[in-house]
């Protein structure tokens, strides 16, 4: 009986690059780029960049999640969003990689870009709050300042 060649999932199939492009009141607006899955994808809010990036995974099935969504309603398809062309240059640079999808979460690393930083994470939560801490640095400052 011959044997079935193993499928390559290259590593880099897990690194998505996430551009923000506006930032106004924790909210994010940009664009998801991921080589493997053949398009761009904008985004509006904290919600649509999660549900794209999910979305992402499950199309690329690049990490496998380790159990199924609960829905209330059936899967819907996400309406694409477009950028004004004013609004192409990023105000901060991202590189996502989910390692695991397990316990109805993500864990992997975000690396600022423009910073060269990597920092690791344990959920979808500590992943917001990362982005946030770059994307609001004054903020996080002045709450670091108020607890001593």
Not at 75 to 85: E, F, H, N, Q
Not at 88 to 105: E, Y
Not at 110 to 123: G, H, I, K, N
Not at 124 to 139: A, G, T
Request: proline share 7%; hydrophobic share 40%.
């Amino acid at each position: 009986m011959p044997l079935t060649p193993a499928k390559y999932v290259p590593s880099d199939t897990k690194t998505t690059v996430i551009e923000i492009v506006s930032y106004e009141h924790k909210n994010p607006v940009g664009i998801l780029k991921n080589p493997y899955y053949g398009r761009e994808v904008s985004f509006g809010s904290a919600t649509e960049l999660l549900l794209a990036i999910d979305n992402m995974l499950d199309s690329l099935a690049c990490p496998q999640a380790a159990m199924a969504s609960r829905r209330f309603r059936s899967k819907t398809t996400m309406l694409l969003r477009t950028i004004p062309r004013h609004q192409k240059t990023p105000l901060s640079v991202f590189k996502l990689n989910v390692v695991f999808r397990q316990n109805a979460s993500w864990q992997g690393t975000l690396t600022w870009v423009d910073q060269a930083e990597q920092m690791p994470f344990r959920s979808v939560f500590e992943l917001l709050k990362l982005i946030d801490s770059v994307m609001s640095p004054n903020e996080q400052a002045g709450i670091q300042a108020g607890s001593k």
